[in-house]
């Protein structure tokens, strides 16, 4: 880009010489030759001069928008695209009130109603208040049903039956009596399958991956064996390390292995513990003399610990 030595002004060029040299609008706006205007239907016969501070006239036109649809503004010298670097004073675009006047607001078209003859649709009122609360998922489609964006037709609240159980005696083989009782204590009435399962692959020492739903006993199904095998080592300072990904997990984890241990009758040979980020200092130091003493003691195994996150 050229501009002119005398006013430092920016060059122009001729519509009919494009190639030719530089002219200065402002010391010979003479020799400037432009391209007859085309005004569009919102050009009110107005123009402006430019907010950026070159001093060129502008305005807008119907005819000259970006891809996004915002109007561009138009040189009146040549009637293309002002294309201006002068300082700028003012950082707003160029929204005109020629502009403005021409402008449209978007109307906001209500999504189609649902198609669906009142005659087969479900009466919701059937539907429990209390499943509709507790279910957020049941909730939206209820209201959306009652806002004719969907149409519940039927509705069906289905419970699956409650697996069979193994008796908790099936064990015998692989568990002690105390932890036979404590099981039954700690309120089991049975074993699912794969507690059954996990407990068996544990104590044989194989790698074992549970996966279940939450809730359905995961945490006695890796607990029970690994206390098994606690109980019976002769040796103090046998432990197992749990890995947790969260702090609030592991001091809910803490709690059922805790009450699991009592229920057993292990509180004098197996204790269990939580360290994780959550905690002060001194917590961790006293959890650290405790268990020196009992292994020097010899009065029993040291428990299971916890950590928040994986080591790397």
Request: proline letters at 7%; one cysteine or more.
């Amino acid at each position: 880009m050229k501009f002119c030595l005398n006013c430092d002004t920016k060059l122009s060029q001729n519509f009919e010489d494009v190639g030719g040299p530089g002219i200065c609008p402002k010391c010979n706006p003479e020799k400037i030759i432009t391209k007859k205007l085309t005004y569009g239907i919102n050009y009110s016969g107005r123009t402006k001069p430019c907010s950026k501070g070159c001093g060129y006239e502008i305005y807008w036109d119907e005819e000259f928008k970006s891809d996004s649809g915002k109007f561009i503004p138009i040189d009146t010298r040549t009637a293309e695209s002002h294309q201006c670097n002068g300082p700028a004073e003012s950082g707003e675009p160029y929204y005109p009130d020629v502009v403005k006047k021409y402008t449209k607001k978007k109307e906001i078209v209500p999504e189609p109603k649902i198609p669906i003859p009142a005659d087969i649709l479900f009466d919701i009122s059937k539907i429990p208040k209390s499943l509709i609360d507790d279910d957020w998922i049941i909730h939206e489609i209820v209201q959306g049903h009652k806002e004719e964006s969907l149409g519940i037709i039927h509705y069906e609240n289905m419970i699956s039956p409650e697996p069979e159980k193994i008796p908790i005696s099936s064990l015998k083989d692989i568990l002690s009596e105390n932890i036979l009782n404590g099981i039954e204590k700690y309120g089991f009435l049975g074993l699912l399958p794969f507690q059954e399962e996990a407990i068996r692959s544990i104590l044989k020492g194989d790698n074992s991956i549970i996966s279940a739903p939450t809730g359905s006993g995961k945490t006695e199904a890796f607990s029970i064996p690994i206390l098994q095998k606690i109980s019976k080592e002769a040796k103090p300072g046998v432990f197992a390390l749990f890995v947790y990904p969260l702090n609030a997990l592991i001091d809910d984890q803490v709690s059922k292995i805790s009450q699991l241990i009592e229920k057993c009758g292990l509180k004098n040979k197996i204790d269990v513990y939580s360290i994780h980020g959550g905690q002060s200092s001194e917590y961790k130091d006293m959890i650290i003399s405790d268990i020196n003493i009992r292994i020097e003691d010899e009065s029993g195994n040291l428990g299971i610990l916890n950590a928040a996150t994986p080591p790397k």
